[in-house]
C-alpha cells in the first residue's frame, strides 16, 4: 500500500519523465488546418470568380441591369423591302399575365411539385441539395433546383454558349460551374423580388411543350382556356409537363403525360392543396384536351415566311439571339407588290388552267392518276393514303384492327378544304380521310420566284396555291426535272469551249453510242414531230427550237459530264447523272429556286449571285447587328455570260422559238427584249418556264403532286401552254406599277468585247406564235438503256 504522505505528483517508481508526442500526427494535424483554411477561402473566393468570370474560365453571368431589368420579350418584326410590316415571331404576349389572372391552384401545384420550400429558403434549398447528393450516390435521378433557380436558367440563359468560359467544356466541370451561376444569380433574383413577383415571371417563361412559352400560350394550347380558369387536374397536367416537355406532351403521349399528372396530384394532396377523396377522383379521370396549337406566329401565311423564319433562326443560334423575344427587327428582299403581282398572276393562270384540266378528264371519264399509256392506275389513292401521316396514325392506333381502321379511312366528316370557285380559297365538305386525299390530289401545283440577277435579292416567292392548304414549297423544297429548261446549261458548255451561237449542226436522226457498267449501249433521241427537217441549225435557232436531235449531239461532243460540271458552276446544287440525256432535263430533279440561281449567272456577268431573303436584322432599339451584302462568285466568263443571255433571246427573235407566246402578252413597249426557256417532261408531267428581262429572273413550274397527274397532250400540258402564262401575266404587273421603277428596254451592252461570232439571225417569219411546241421527252431511249441505265424519258 502506497504512502500516503507521498504526492500524488511524484513519479511512479521506475518510470522515467513522459516521452515527446509522435511527428506524424502533429504533422497531419497542421495540414488538416491548411486544407481547412484553404477549403474556407476557396468557399469565400469562388463565387466571386464565377461572378468576375476570372479570366474567361466561368462565362458571363447575368450583370446586375441585367437582374434590375429582365429582358422583357419582344415580338421579331418582320418586313418587307418597301417597308411593310408582314408578320411577327413571338412566343407569348409582350404583358405578361400577372399572378391575380392565374388560378390559385395552379401556384399551388408548382410549389407542392416543384419547391415544397419555397417561402422558407433564399433561392437556394439547402436540404433539396443534400438530398439529391445523396440520391445520386445511391444512382437515382433527384432534382434539388428552386424555381428561383429555374427561374434564373430559363431567364438568363445560363447554360447558353456565349455564357460558357474556358472551364464550360470540360465534363463534369462545366455542370458544376453553371449550377453555380444558377445559386448565385438566384440569391440575387430573390434578393431583388418578391416571392410572387419570382413565382409570376417563372409561369410567365417556362416551356410547357407544343412551342408553348408561357402559361396564357400553354393554357390556351393545351385546353382553349385561360390561366385563371384552370381546374386542378389541367393545373396538375400543366405543372407536370415541366418536368419533360417532350415526354410528358399530353397531346404526343397521352399515357406518360397522365402519369405525370397524377405524381402532382399526389404531393398537392401531400401538402394539403386538395382533401384525399378528391385528389383520388381526380387520378381516376381521362388527360381531356381542346388542342390548338398557337404557332407565335402573327400575318399572313406565306410559303417564303418559313424559309425566313429558317434562315433568321440559324443565325440566331449562331449569335446567341432569340427571335421570338429580342424584339429584332428583320428586313426582308421580298417587295410586298411584286408579292402581291405574283400571286395574283399564279392564281388568275392556275385557277384557268385547273378548269380546263377538270375538264379534260371529266371528258375522258377517269381519273387525273394514269401510267405512260394512259391508263387509270388501279387503287391509286389507297396505295397513296399507306405514304401520309394520318394513315400512319390511324394504323397504330388501330393495330391489328383491320376492320375499325377500314372504317376510320372511310368515316366521313366536315371539313374545311381548298376551292377555286370562291374568292376567299375555302369552303366546308363532307369527306373522309380517302375521299380528302383523292379531292386534293385532283389539284394542279405550281411554284414561282422572281430574283435580282445582280443583288440575289429575291423579289418574290410564291410556293403554292394557298399555304393553308398546301404547306409544300415548291420553290425550294419540291424538285423535279426540268425538261428542256436545262438545255440551256448544254449550250453554255458549247459556248464556254470554243464553240459560237452561229455554228451549225444538223437537225437529223442519229444514234449515241456510250458504254454503261462496262457494257456498249445506243441512244436515239427522238423530236417531239419524230420528223427531222434535215437543216443545218445554228445553234441559237436550235437552242431557240427546242430541237431534241441537235442538243444531243451537242451533248455527246462537250461530253455529258461537262454539262453536270457546268450547271453545277452557275447556280445547280441538286445531284446531277452524267448521262446522254442529261441536257434533256433528265439527269436529275431540280429546284425552281436552283434555276433561277443558275439563269442569274448569264445576265450578271458570269458572276453567281447567291440567293437572298434578308438584307439586315436590327435590334429592337433600331441598331443594325447584321447586314447581309451580296455574296457572289466569279462563274462563267463575261463573254460566255453575254452570248447565253443573247442566245436565250432566241426564243423571242428566232423563228418558231418557244417562248413567242408571250407576244399575247403587253410587254413590248419601248422595244422591249424579253429572253426565256420553256420546258416540258415526260407525259407532260411537268410544265416549267424561266423567264429574263434586263432587270429580273423569273422561274415558274407547273405540274401535279405527283409525275403521274398530267395532261397527255402538247395543246394543254407543254410548259408554253401552262408556266409561261404565268410569267407573262406576273410581267404585265410589274410594267404597269409604275412605282416599282421597272421599265421596258434592251438588255445590258456587253461588258467586254465579244469575240466570238454570233450575228446569224435565221431569216425571220411573222413574230407571232403559229404553232411552236417545246420539245418533250419523245426521246426513244432503247429498252435495255431504260433497264440497265435507268435514264428516264425526259426533257
Known sequence: MADPKTPLSAPLSGLQAQAPRPYWPRRLASWAWVLFGLVLIL???????????????????????????????????????????????????????????????????????????????????????????????RGEKRGGSTITQQLAKNLYKIRRQQSRGGLGYIPVVSTIVAKTKEWLTAVEL???????????????????????????????????????????????????????????????????????????????????????????????TPVVLDYHVDRHIDGPDTYFRGAIGQFVSQWCDSTGHDMYRDGLKIYTTIDSRMQAHAEEALHERMKTLQRSFDRFWRNRGQDPWVDDEGNEIPDFIATQMKRTQSYKTLANRYRNQPQRLDSALHAKR???????????????????????????????????????????????????????????????????????????FVYLTALDNGYSPCDRIRDERVTINYVENGQPMEWRPDNVTREYTGNNMTLRHAMARSVNSVTAQLTEKVGWANVAKYAHKVGITSPLLAVPSIGLGSGGDVSVYEMVDAYSTFLNTGFRSEPRLVTRIEDRNGNVIKQFDPVQKRAISPETAWLMTYMLRGGMDEPGGTSQALWDFDLWHNDNQIGGKTGTTSNYS???????????????????????????????????????????KFMEKVYRDKELGYTYGHFPKASVKIVKRYNCVTPSEPRRRAEAVDTIAADNLLEQMNSAAGVPDSL
Open 686 to 728: 411537268d410544265g416549267w418556264y424561266m423567264g429574263m428581262t434586263k432587270d429580273l429572273m423569273t422561274g415558274v413550274w407547273v405540274g401535279g403532286e405527283d409525275r403521274s397527274i398530267h395532261f397527255t397532250g402538247s395543246q394543254q400540258g407543254e410548259g408554253g401552254r401552262t408556266a409561261l402564262p404565268i410569267f407573262g
Open 414 to 488: 366536315p371539313m374545311k378544304v381548298f376551292t377555286w370557285k370562291k374568292d376567299d380559297g375555302d369552303t366546308t365538305l363532307v369527306l373522309s380521310p380517302l375521299d380528302s386525299l383523292a379531292y386534293y390530289k385532283h389539284f394542279l401545283r405550281a411554284g414561282m420566284m422572281t430574283m435580282d440577277p445582280f443583288t440575289g435579292q429575291i423579289k418574290a416567292w410564291v410556293g403554292g396555291l394557298d399555304y393553308r392548304f398546301f404547306q409544300y414549297d415548291h420553290v425550294k423544297q419540291g424538285r423535279r426535272q426540268a425538261g428542256s429548261t436545262f438545255k440551256p
Open 190 to 284: 430573390e434578393r431583388r423580388y418578391t416571392k410572387e413577383e419570382i413565382l409570376r415571371m417563372y409561369l410567365n417563361t417556362v416551356e410547357y411543350g407544343s412551342s408553348a412559352f408561357g402559361i396564357k400560350v400553354a393554357a390556351k394550347t393545351f385546353f382553349n382556356t385561360s390561366p385563371d380558369s384552370l381546374r386542378p387536374e389541367q393545373a396538375a397536367m400543366l405543372v407536370g409537363v415541366l418536368n419533360n416537355p417532350t415526354a410528358y406532351n399530353p397531346r404526343f403521349h397521352p399515357a406518360a403525360a397522365r402519369r405525370r399528372r397524377n405524381v402532382v396530384l399526389d404531393r398537392m394532396g401531400q401538402a394539403g392543396v386538395l382533401p384525399p377523396a378528391e385528389i383520388a377522383a381526380l387520378k381516376a
Open 43 to 137: 468557399f469565400l473566393v469562388y463565387p466571386v470568380l464565377v461572378s468576375t468570370n476570372f479570366m474567361f474560365l466561368f462565362g458571363k453571368s447575368p450583370s446586375l441591369a441585367d437582374l434590375e431589368n429582365p429582358k422583357v420579350e419582344q415580338a421579331s418584326a418582320l418586313y418587307t423591302s418597301d417597308g411593310v410590316l408582314i408578320g411577327k415571331y413571338f412566343r407569348e404576349n409582350r404583358s405578361p399575365v400577372p399572378l391575380s389572372q392565374m388560378a390559385p391552384v395552379l401556384v399551388k401545384a408548382l410549389i407542392a411539385t416543384e419547391d415544397v420550400r419555397y417561402y422558407e429558403h433564399a433561392g437556394i434549398d439547402l436540404t433539396a441539395v443534400l438530398g439529391g447528393f445523396y440520391a445520386s450516390l
